[in-house]
């Protein structure tokens, strides 16, 4: 399964592979994809320096990235505390009601909470920036688009590859004019923030509005076959996110969420912007028909939103209340069935991949025989 592109950047598959935990990122690696860990939840610089101390002892030598969120745009002088005011009390007050509606505990007293979006802020998201380049990164990838021009510079100039996802065409042709080495074309399918073009329609639009540059497919990809059928449509390798929340080297410190993930069909997802602000793909569970009923206060913008939630979140997660449980995910955890090794993943991948070639090549051969 290589391309240009992963020749180029010198692995074996070009999977690309999105990740929140160190230890599924260098796997990835290791077993010949290219390993991108996910540094929004690191709120400390230390943190991530731990975990990128972490990866470079275990990959291996292979290469690997860093996927962050920044507006393009700068925001400066704009604080959490700043933030966290613009928040109505009847959006908190609807938070509060709904969790003593389940029966949700505190957190205990001086525990912080574990999960805050504050990635998205410009003195947090530079921060983790000044950290990676201190790193041999070979990729950095943004999820809000292309990233600010002073950051794809400063990549450029340390020899990193920038990519940036889009979910339409427009956006891609934007990415391309800012300077961005690749396009990930993220498709309605896909887990966490996406838009709402299917990967199918959206792949081969973004290669023709921006090739030459190589074009990453991502939303709804988990097999070998749906590996062929992204580069048959003109990308140049595979993204993959949600695969990765079942291997045996995740830890998702819930084993609920685990469970609920193995059992989840295709259909078990939802559009909310109960998690962000933003429309992100996740399990549709009672916390998203909450935020998604016409009778409740609806939702705030990003980064609103991330922060009112992000206690409740925590304790939700801590209790394993089930009925509130959940996290992003696409489409494919329909596929997303037992829990495997991150390269057990990867032999499934290939095995698929070849046969869906061969099939092709005999159709192929069928064709011109007549």
Not at 14 to 34: C, M
Not at 85 to 92: D, Q, V, Y
Request: charged share 20%; no cysteine.
């Amino acid at each position: 399964m290589q391309t240009e592109l992963s020749k180029e950047l010198g692995v074996e598959h070009a999977i690309f592979g999105f990740t929140p935990f160190p230890a599924v990122a260098a796997a990835i690696s290791r077993a010949g994809g290219f390993g991108v860990l996910g540094a929004v939840r690191y709120t400390a610089p230390t943190d991530l320096e731990r975990d990128l101390d972490w990866i470079e002892a275990n990959v291996d030598g292979k290469p690997y990235g860093l996927d962050v969120v920044m507006p393009a745009k700068k925001v400066e002088g704009v604080s959490e505390a700043d933030v966290e005011a613009m928040i109505p009390e009847g959006h908190r007050q609807y938070v509060k009601d709904t969790l003593a509606k389940y029966g949700v505990p505190e957190l205990a007293e001086g525990e912080a909470s574990g999960w805050r979006i504050t990635g998205w802020m410009e003195q947090v998201a530079r921060g983790q920036l000044d950290v990676a380049f201190d790193y041999p990164i070979k990729l950095l990838a943004n999820a809000l688009g292309s990233p600010p021009a002073d950051v794809v510079e400063r990549a450029h100039a340390q020899g990193v590859l920038v990519a940036a996802l889009a979910g339409s065409a427009r956006h891609a042709r934007k990415h391309a004019e800012a300077g961005i080495d690749i396009v990930v074309a993220q498709g309605y399918e896909a887990g966490g923030h996406t838009g709402e073009i299917a990967s199918m329609v959206l792949t081969p639009e973004v290669v023709d509005a921006v090739g030459p540059l190589p074009v990453l497919a991502a939303g709804g990809i988990g097999s070998g076959q749906q590996v062929a059928a992204a580069l048959s449509l003109g990308a140049q390798g595979v993204w993959l996110g949600s695969i990765w929340l079942t291997v045996t080297e995740a830890d998702m410190h819930s084993p609920g969420v685990t469970r609920k993930l193995l059992a989840a069909g295709s259909g078990d997802t939802v559009r909310s912007r109960a998690l962000t602000g933003k429309p992100a793909r996740q399990l549709r569970t009672e916390w998203t028909d909450a935020w998604d009923d016409p009778n409740g206060p609806g939702t705030l913008p990003m980064p609103l939103q991330g922060l009112l939630v992000a206690d409740a979140v925590s304790r939700i997660q801590k209790y394993e209340v089930e009925p509130l449980l959940g996290t992003p995910v696409g489409q494919i955890v329909g596929r997303m069935n037992s829990e495997r090794a991150v390269q057990e993943v990867f032999d499934d991948l290939t095995r698929g991949f070849e046969r869906a070639v061969d099939r092709i090549n005999r159709i192929a051969g069928r064709e011109e025989q007549a």
